[in-house]
């Protein structure tokens, strides 16, 4: 596989198969980088040659060149000469409802979709798919609150801004947000003053970000159409009450006692501010959201249901389980 996303990597390196990653590209993207020269046990970079002598049981996709790198580089044609599964992170981008799947039809990959939603809307054809919900590892309770401000967690906020949400964060007139995310130094120029007070406060790593969002009061969450982030469930985890925009999947993930979640902006603007002014009861919907997170994106599940794939498509057990 590729590192394409990160947390989303993270949590399937945290089962018992072996992942396998070509070294990074000239300009020194790829491989196992992001790891620093510390890659968890499970995962290994290996030559192009190394796999053309000894295939990989099988292969995960995230984009659709990485077809032809298989075939390039290794010499073989994922879902013909090599078990194959093409893991779809994004919502259809174009004629909705009835955008056609750029694999719908071709032979022998399962498309694996990381929402029911996504599932919903995709046209796959006859291609076999399945949906596998995140998986996030608990970060534990960790929720104080104790600063009254919305934290807002986007990439590109501005390039993204329809896409994202991020027009609507002018609706929050008279709050404190604090932006973090790629790019996110970029927002508080795109909005006036006059429309909402917004601070960037970084693009911080994973730990820093959960050390800085669990000191805000509520985590607000607008993305209008993107598959559901990690972001929002790690929050939710943390124990954040989370002010929710209704859209995609967000009805499926997050119960209404989680925080607020609606299609009327002037609903979430009210929920906002009754949670800000009421630490107590904001601690009381952050402990339902922990709970409804922790019991539909857990990682054993998440990792259940890899190992089900996995078994289907290239008929692979994990590495602990192969001697027992």
Known sequence: MWDVHGGYTDSLLAGDHEYVFLPP???????????????????????????RDEPPD?????????IELCRDQI?????????????????????????????????????????HFNQLF???????????????????????????????????PVRRWRVAGTDLVRR???????????????????????????????????????????????????????SLGLSLITAMMLGM?????????????????????????AELVAAARLLLSDRDEAARRGRNARRAARERYGLNRFLADWDAAFADVGELVPVSSRHR
């Open 241 to 265: 009450p989370v002010v929710v925009l209704e859209a995609t999947e967000a009805a499926r993930a997050v119960p209404p006692d989680a925080g607020a979640r609606s299609t009327d902006i």
């Open 25 to 51: 590209d000239e300009s020194g993207r790829g491989g196992l980088a992001r790891y620093a020269g510390s890659p968890p046990a499970s995962a290994r970079e290996v030559s192009a040659e190394e796999l």
């Open 122 to 156: 995709w046209d796959c054809g006859g291609a076999p798919t399945r949906v596998i919900e995140h998986g996030v590892a608990d970060p534990g309770l960790r929720y104080t609150g104790e600063l009254g401000r919305l934290a807002y967690v986007v990439n590109e």
């Open 172 to 226: 929050f007139t008279g709050f404190d947000i604090d932006a973090y995310g790629i790019d996110g130094h970029l927002l508080p120029a795109a909005l006036r003053p006059t429309e909402a007070r917004v601070r960037f406060a970084g693009n911080l790593s994973p730990a820093d970000l959960a050390a800085e969002l669990v000191r805000r009061r509520v985590y607000l969450h607008l993305n209008r159409w993107t």
């Open 58 to 66: 099988l292969v995960l996709l995230q984009r659709l060149e990485e």
């Open 75 to 115: 010499s073989r044609t994922p879902g013909v000469a090599l078990p194959a599964i093409f893991l779809e992170h994004n919502t259809p981008k174009a004629d909705v409802p009835n955008t056609r799947h750029p694999l719908a039809e071709t032979p022998g990959i399962t498309i694996v979709h990381v929402t």
